[in-house]
């Protein structure tokens, strides 16, 4: 759950784009979206004509025409000669988040919840193997140190992850992670292997949440549930909070698991729950 932490690197959101279909209804669009991942991408949140133009195989002038087009949406930005995402991004983001009333009722909810109003609280989607935090409510003292809005997470590392992959069919679970699979490692707390992640999948079925015990920040812990499904194409959701380990107590954990549980039920449909098989 660390900030700053890019999510993909740019090797990666490569060969995402090498394996999507070859041909593209609007080529000039897929390039100026293919500019975007490169950038959010980069550890530095930076790159220069060159690299853009050799991260996506196409001539620098065609690469120019593109930064050019999406400076002037306001869409990257220029500093000297590097470009980085621009701010037109978060007015889109912050669009599409306003207008999700999974969003407004979490806010709203966890306003009034005793427990969760006092601390870190979270909305994620699960995007293929990696979760992406859509709303935060920070309670008072906020737990800083871990994910906010936009942010993106291998699931195996966080507990809303964790939830998240324990709602699929196991057919799933053996496909993304086969037993031998080498998954991230942030501490020495870290799931390791896909048979680990497995036997965590389990237990969290048999639990109803998900526990996250230092395993992506030392000193800090995390509880998660599934937002169950509105309709059988709904956004795959799950609500976590985050607490400080020193602190944390079993009966606070409780009331956690408790009043998250509430707050999935608000926000998705009441009759969703954890698969068969």
């Known amino acids: 759950m660390a900030l700053n932490r890019p999510s993909t690197t740019a090797a990666e959101a490569e060969r995402e784009r090498s394996e999507a279909p070859s041909s593209s209804p609007a080529p000039a669009v897929t390039r100026a979206a293919a500019v975007l991942d490169v950038l959010a991408a980069s550890a530095s949140g930076r790159a220069t004509l060159s690299d853009l133009a050799r991260e996506l195989g196409i001539p620098k002038s065609s690469t120019s025409n593109i930064l050019q087009a999406l400076e002037d949406a306001g869409l990257v930005a220029r500093d000297g000669s590097e470009f980085s995402l621009g701010r037109k991004l978060v007015e889109l983001g ?26 870190t609280v979270r909305v994620a989607l699960l995007d ?14 906020a737990v800083r140190l871990t994910s906010t809005i936009g942010d993106k997470m291998p699931a195996s590392l966080c507990a809303v992850g964790k939830a998240l992959v324990a709602r ?56 998660a549930v599934p937002v169950p499904t509105r309709g059988a194409h709904g956004p795959n ?20 698991v408790s009043e998250l549980t509430e707050l999935a039920r608000a926000l998705g449909n009441p009759m969703g729950g954890w698969p068969t098989s």
């Open 237 to 256: 959701l799950g609500v976590s909070v985050t607490a400080l380990r020193a602190t944390f107590t079993e009966e606070q954990k409780l009331m956690m």
């Open 128 to 141: 293929g193997d990696h979760v992406i935090y859509l709303a935060r409510y920070e309670g008072h003292p």
């Open 168 to 223: 699929l069919h196991e057919r799933d679970w053996e496909e993304m992670y086969p037993d031998d699979a080498e998954l991230p490692v942030l501490t020495p707390r870290s799931i390791r292997t896909g048979r680990e992640f497995k036997e965590e999948l389990r237990r969290i079925r048999e639990e109803g949440y998900a526990f996250e015990d230092e395993e992506s920040t030392l000193g800090v812990v995390c509880v």
């Open 94 to 119: 912050a669009s599409y988040l306003s207008r999700r009333d999974e969003i407004r009722e979490f806010y709203q909810f966890c306003g009034g919840a005793p427990a969760l109003s006092r601390e």
